[in-house]
């Protein structure tokens, strides 16, 4: 895991320090309301329903035990005793009072965590696989090269007030666990026919309310030219991307308009003006990668042989082991989901008590590290199998073990209108009731991998233009309501969810899901999932049933 040095330390101090006396003026008034609004959302803090919102960044996803204590600490001593996990691998905190953020942020450099840069117009948290480093289908582990992103990006002059927000994904598997193809860049590691290793570099993709698809605009760029290649992206944005109309601002945006072609010249030409000049020589990528190296796994873990006999002996444990655990790159080792999706408890909450409990089960079982996943869980990426049952039992007395990964209930979920001020319906609400509907486990096991998605307005947070099924809330003469989609996904098949019908209210979204659920149980083949029977039978079937009263 990357360790800062003095420079990096020293720069988020003097952020603290600067944001402090940024918000002493606006609290005297020497600042006013819009002067002060650039500079708070630079340092991460909004201004929500309730109370301000701060996002603290979580650099692709990777967290210490150390860090997670102290978001347990800030949850208790600045919140209400919670923070919630994002699509974007980062925390939020709901609940700060405006005058003590700049002392939370004091509090959070001491472990090497900021805000910086985690909202307003500017190069957003770099997020990636939950799973870099230890999976079977990994080319290379992609973590280096986010934290090379990560340096270039944090507070680069040139685009500190870029036309609109900007987002960028690192995946090195064969599988998309990233939503890569739905970001401004994409970066997937890719080899090519001569086996050289380097990156595909895709550009426009993006979610809200108009999603795109990213288009390759490099088939294969080398590895010393990766940050060049993304500057020159990021200047030819800067330079056309649209200011007059925030909605047509991104660069999926101008990359639609320009046309693929024009656009990828227009890159190419910027690039070859500064490649040279911006070189990422091995010595330096060495130097980062030496930050990652795995850890000292036990050559013998793979000689436990208690793990057979937990699973036949214990069905919950053996449900859990089934759906929360995946394949380790090394022998007697599993990677573990840690479920942030309890009946009771609304999606990506944590409470005080759960991190630190998480914290000490890093340390004790996962050499210390956390990554969080934009699924908004967790993964303690290094268990060993001998230690799964007491994982399991520990997880579970903290109600973090639900069986549900991957599952109909591991919902995506905004905090919609019970925080934030620019939703039109609620999502939290929602996701309880259709827990409750759900609530058997046998049943949500039968159905398999279903994404539902549900976001609160158009911003789509929680991408529900790409779930399986994907919800979104719309304000219908100051009354709830709801649009569903069906077959979107943000995998390696990526696609974008077609519209269902008519929105419905919301004393009915939960019984128009059961609906999906139970024509896609009548309609599939053996062993067909949900995707693939939307495919093939498309959407008549399930708008029959849907809109058989209206």
Same mark, same amino acid.
């Given at each position: 895991?990357?360790?800062y040095?003095k420079?990096?330390?020293?720069?988020?101090?003097?952020?603290?320090?600067?944001?402090?006396?940024?918000?002493?003026?606006?609290?005297?008034?020497e600042?006013?309301?819009?002067q002060?609004r650039a500079?708070?959302?630079?340092?991460?803090?909004?201004?929500q329903?309730?109370? !301000?919102?701060l996002?603290?960044?979580?650099p692709?996803?990777l967290?210490?035990?150390k860090?997670?204590?102290k978001?347990?600490?800030?949850?208790?001593?600045?919140?209400?005793g919670?923070?919630?996990?994002?699509?974007r691998?980062?925390?939020?905190y709901?609940?700060?009072?405006?005058s003590?953020?700049?002392?939370l942020?004091?509090?959070?450099?001491?472990?090497?965590?900021h805000?910086?840069?985690?909202s307003?117009?500017?190069l957003r948290?770099?997020?990636?696989? !939950?799973?870099a480093?230890?999976?079977?289908?990994?080319i290379?582990?992609?973590?280096?090269y986010?934290e090379? $992103?990560?340096?270039?990006?944090?507070?680069?002059?040139?685009?500190?007030?870029? !036309?609109?927000?900007?987002?960028i994904?690192?995946s090195?598997?064969?599988?998309?666990?990233a939503?890569?193809?739905?970001?401004?860049?994409g970066?997937?590691?890719?080899?090519?026919?001569a086996?050289? $290793?380097?990156?595909?570099?895709?550009a426009?993709?993006g979610?809200?309310?108009?999603p795109?698809?990213g288009?390759?605009?490099? !088939?294969?760029?080398e590895?010393?030219?990766?940050?060049?290649?993304?500057e020159?992206i990021?200047? +030819?944005?800067?330079?056309f991307?649209?200011r007059?109309n925030?909605?047509?601002a991104?660069i999926? $945006?101008?990359?639609?308009?320009?046309?693929?072609?024009?656009?990828?010249?227009?890159?190419e030409k910027?690039?070859?003006?500064?490649?040279?000049?911006?070189?990422?020589?091995?010595?330096?990528?060495?130097?980062i990668k030496?930050?990652?190296?795995?850890p000292?796994?036990?050559?013998?873990?793979?000689?436990?042989?208690?793990?057979t006999?937990?699973?036949a002996?214990n069905?919950?444990?053996a449900k859990w082991?089934?759906?929360?655990?995946?394949e380790?790159?090394i022998a007697?080792?599993r990677?573990v989901?840690?479920?942030?999706?309890? =009946?009771?408890? =609304?999606?990506?909450?944590?409470?005080d008590?759960?991190?630190?409990?998480?914290?000490?089960?890093?340390?004790?079982f996962?050499?210390?590290? $956390?990554?969080?996943?934009?699924?908004?869980?967790? +993964?303690?990426?290094d268990?060993?199998?001998?230690?799964?049952?007491? +994982?399991?039992?520990?997880?579970?007395a903290i109600?973090?073990?639900?069986?549900?990964?991957?599952?109909?209930?591991?919902m995506?979920?905004?905090p919609g209108?019970?925080f934030?001020?620019?939703?039109?319906?609620?999502?939290?609400?929602?996701?309880?009731e259709?827990n409750?509907?759900l609530?058997?486990l046998?049943?949500i096991?039968?159905?398999?991998d279903i994404?539902i998605?549900m976001?609160?307005?158009?911003?789509g947070?929680?991408?529900q233009? +790409?779930?399986?099924?994907?919800?979104?809330g719309?304000?219908?003469?100051?009354e709830?309501?709801y649009?569903?989609?069906?077959?979107?996904?943000?995998e390696?098949?990526?696609?974008?969810?077609?519209r269902?019908? =008519?929105s419905?209210p919301?004393?009915q979204?939960?019984?128009?899901?059961?609906?999906?659920?139970?024509?896609?149980?009548?309609?599939?083949?053996?062993d067909?999932?949900?995707?693939e029977?939307?495919?093939?039978v498309?959407?008549?079937?399930?708008?029959?049933?849907?809109?058989?009263?209206?």
């Open positions: 895991m990357y360790q040095n420079q990096d330390q020293t720069l988020i101090e003097e952020r603290v320090n600067e944001f402090r006396g940024q918000t002493q003026r606006f609290l005297s008034g600042l006013g309301p819009d002060f500079l708070r959302l630079m340092n991460g803090l909004y201004v329903t309730h109370a !301000p919102m996002r603290v960044a979580v692709y996803g967290l210490s035990s860090q997670l204590r978001l347990a600490s800030v949850a208790r001593d600045y919140d209400r919670y923070c919630h996990f994002t699509t691998q980062n925390v939020q709901n609940w700060p009072e405006l003590r953020v700049p002392d942020l004091a509090e959070l450099a001491t472990v090497q965590m805000a910086i840069q985690t307003g117009n500017c948290n770099t997020t990636s696989d !939950p799973l480093g230890i999976c079977k289908d990994e290379e582990d992609p973590r280096p986010c090379t $992103i990560r340096q270039w990006t944090t507070l680069h002059p040139e685009f500190a007030y870029l !036309p609109r927000k900007f987002k994904a690192v090195g598997s064969a599988h998309d666990r939503a890569v193809q739905f970001h401004d860049i970066v997937y590691i890719v080899k090519n026919d086996g050289e $290793i380097g990156f595909r570099i895709l426009g993709g979610l809200g309310r108009t795109i698809i288009q390759t605009v490099r !088939p294969f760029l590895k010393q030219h990766l940050l060049s290649y993304l020159a990021l200047r +030819v944005y800067n330079l991307g649209r007059d925030k909605y047509k991104r999926k $945006i101008l990359v639609k308009e320009t046309g693929l072609e024009k656009f990828t010249a227009m890159v910027e690039w070859l003006r500064i490649k040279e000049d911006m070189i990422l020589s091995n010595e330096r990528i060495e130097e030496a930050q990652f190296l795995p000292a796994y036990d050559p013998s873990a793979a000689d436990d042989n208690a793990l006999a937990q699973l002996d069905t919950d444990f082991f089934k759906y929360n655990t995946v380790h790159k007697g080792y990677g989901y840690v479920s942030l999706k309890a =009946p009771d408890s =609304p999606p990506g909450d944590m409470t008590k759960q991190l630190e409990a998480v914290a000490d089960l890093a340390d004790q996962s050499f210390g590290e $956390i990554r969080s996943t934009h699924r908004q869980n967790l +993964v303690l990426a268990v060993k199998q001998a230690d799964l049952f007491t +994982v399991w039992q520990q997880l579970n109600k973090l073990a639900t069986p549900n990964i991957g599952t109909v209930t591991d995506i979920c905004c209108l019970d934030c001020s620019l939703a039109n319906a609620g999502s939290i609400g929602v996701a309880k259709l409750e509907a609530d058997d046998d049943y096991h039968d159905i398999g994404k998605n976001s609160g307005c158009m911003n947070c929680a991408h233009s +790409v779930g399986h099924i994907g919800i979104l719309v304000d219908k003469h100051g709830e309501w649009q569903i989609t069906l077959g979107g996904s943000s390696n098949e990526a696609a974008i969810g077609e269902l019908g =008519p419905v919301k004393d979204i939960t019984s128009t899901i059961t609906t999906i659920l139970d024509v896609y149980l009548k309609q599939r083949l053996e067909e999932a949900f995707l029977t939307v495919k093939r498309g959407l008549e079937p399930f708008k029959e049933r849907v809109y058989a009263n209206h």
